[in-house]
C-alpha cells in the first residue's frame, strides 16, 4: 500500500481536541489520533480495479514468419500458420493455438487487444473462440465471436461460462476489413468485456471466479478463414508486485518454538501452564460503580467472559478493590505515583494488576512533536517502575500506522515496553469493508520485530461514532468484529481488548460502544448543565450495540476454550503440512490461518476469512485424516470422509471456521 499521511493536517485535529477537557477531551482525541490508522486503513479498503503498474508483458506481430518462438504459440490443433505476416486459422480441421501469458499477479486486470479479419468476408455463420483460462484451476472464460448478428438470439457474441449474450445487433465485421478486438479481464471490478473498435459489445461477471488468468486461447471452427495480427497483452507481473507485507501469507508459521504470554500479574511466559497462563480478554476505558444514575456492574463483563479491564477514571485502590470483588485483572492507563507504587505487595506486584499502559497512541499524537523526547521519557519511566516492580509491564498502545515514515517510530514505540499494544478498527463503513488484512499486517509486524519473544496485544473497535454525521467509524457486523478477534489470534496476539463498553464514558465522547442492555442516553437528554454529551444513539444502534455484545460474548468463550490450544507451540511442517486454495480473492491470501496441536491429541485450524467475499476453499493435508469437525458452529452435519487428505467448505464473507482435526 502506498497510503500517505499528513501529519501537519492530523497534528490541527489533535489541537483541536486538546481545547476540549475531561472524557471528551480523551476520546475525541483518541479518535483523531487514529487518522494515521485512517489513512492506512483506507489504502487497505480501497483495491484498485485499473490494473495500476500494467505493462505489455507479450506482444506477437507474426513479423517473423512462425507461432513457435518470441513468442511461441501451442497449436492445440488444426492448421495455425503465419501468412504475409498474419496469424492463419484453418480452414482445416478445428485450429487452435495457446499463448502462456507468464506469472502475472493476481487481482490485476488483464488486456489482450489485435486486429482481427476474415478472408471470406461472408456473414455467414461462422465462430472464432476467444478464451482467457487459468492453468493452475483449469477454469476460464471463452467468448463465442460470429459475423452473424442474429447467431445467439440477438447478437454474434456469448460467453457460455456466465451465459450472456452480447448487445443487441453488435456482431464481427462480415467484410475482409480489419477490427480491433479487446478483451478485458478485471477481477476486482468482477468484469469480463468484449470491446470492438472501441465500443463494448459483451459484458459479464467473473462467474468462474478466479483472480487471475494466465492463458489465451484462440480457436475456430474451421468453416472459414481467420486471421490475426499485432497481438497485445497488457497485465501486471507477479516479479513486480512489491514484497509480501508481514503476516501476508496464507499459512502463519510463527511461535514454532513457544507463545509469548503472561500470568495474571504481567509475568511473562513461553510456555504454556495451567495453574499459570492467562490470555487476557479486555475492556477499555470502563467506569465503576453508579454514575449519574447508572450502575455499572462490573458483573456484566464478567459475564460475558472479559477477564481483564482498563478502567477510565477511578483511584487505582478503587479499581484494584472493585477488580478484586469481580474476579477482574486490572491495566492501569496512567503512570504510577508513589502514592499508586505504595499498593504493591511484598511480591512488588498485585494479584490484581496485569499490566501499565503509560502513553496512548504516541505515534500519532506524537508526530510532528519532540518524539524522542516523549521517548527517553518513557525509557526513564520504565526503568524507575523495574526498580520497584520488575515483573511488571510498562508499555504504551500505539496506533496500527506502520507504514513509511510511522515506521521507524512505530517499531521503537512497540518493541521498548514489556508487552507490544496497539489498536486497529478497520471498519469505517460496514458494507464496504473489502478486506481486514490490515489487522494481520500490523500484528504479524508486532511479532516480527519482537522476535517473537514478547507478548501482542491488540485493541479491536466494537463501537460507533453516533454524535457524528458523515464518514466515521461505525459499527462492525457480527461476522465482522469475530473476524477481527480471529484474524489477530491466527497472527499471533496472545492479548485482546474490546474498544469499548457503552457507558456513559463514551457517548462524552461521541461514541457509542456495546453493551447487553445499552441505552438511549446514559444522562439526561438534550445535554443539561453539569452533566456530559448524552449523546443518544437511533434504535438501529441499540440493536447492533446488543448484537455486538452477544458476539464478543460468544467469541470470548471459544478464547477460554481455545487457550491451552493458543498458547501451544504452532505445528511444524514435519508433523502435519498444509496447502489452502481459495477459489477468488480480494486479497493476496483471503484465508489465513494456524494449526496448533489440542491438548487432547489431534489438531486444532483457526481459520479467518478476511475479504468481504464468499468463497469456497479446499484444504490438502500432507496426512489422512480420521475425521474433521467444525468447532462453535453448530453444525453436526457436515464431515470429512475418513481417509481423505483434503476438504472443501465454504466461507461467508469475513467468516471463521474452527477445525478439530484428527489423523488416521
Partial sequence: MNARYIPGATATLVQAAIMTSGPTKAYVSRLCRLIPAVVFLSAALVVASDAAGAEVVLSDSFEDGNVTAAPAWTIDGGSVTVEQGEMSFGPVGQPAAVLDLGDLAPRKAVQVSFKLRQTNATRASHLIHIGLTNSDRNKGYEIACSPNPGYFATSGFYDSAGHTVGVKGSALRSDA???QITLRFDPVADRLSLIQDGKKVLETGNCRRLARVNRLRLASNGQVNWRVDDLRVEGVPAASQPQAKPGAAAIQTIYRRGVPHTDKTGRRLMAYDAGRSFFQIGIWGNPIGEI?????????????????MWPWSAPLSESLAAADKAGLQVVWMHPLGPK???????????????GNCWLDEPTGSLWGKDMQGKFDEFLAYKKRIAQVAPDLPVFVNDVPWITPPATEWWT??????????????PVRDAGCVRT??????????????NHERKPVWLIVGAFDEGRHEGPGF????????????????VHGATGIVYFCWDTYVCRDGGVIGMSPKPKVAYVPNPQQAGYTHPTPATPVQLAQSRALWQTATAVNREIAELTPVLLAPTVAEEALSYQVFPDVSHSDQPI????KPHPAGGYVLATSNLDGVGLRVTFRFSHALASAERMFENRPDWAVPGGSKTFEIWYEPFDVHVFRLRLQ
Avoid: K, M
Avoid at 474 to 487: D, E, G, H, I
Fill in 177 to 179: 476489413q480489419w477490427q
Fill in 292 to 308: 449519574w444514575g447508572t450502575y455499572y456492574d462490573l458483573r456484566t463483563l464478567t459475564d460475558a467472559g472479559i477477564n481483564t
Fill in 340 to 354: 499508586e507504587l505504595e499498593l504493591l505487595g511484598p511480591s512488588r506486584g498485585h494479584a490484581r494488576l496485569l
Fill in 412 to 425: 521503537r514505540w512497540n518493541t521498548a515496553g514489556g508487552v507490544s499494544c496497539h489498536d486497529n478498527y
Fill in 436 to 449: 481486514l488484512g490490515a489487522i494481520g499486517e500490523t500484528v504479524s509486524l508486532a511479532v516480527e520485530v
Fill in 474 to 489: 461505525r459499527f462492525a457486523t457480527p461476522a465482522q468484529l469475530r473476524s477481527c478477534v480471529y484474524t489477530a489470534l
Fill in 592 to 595: 489465513h490461518c494456524l494449526l
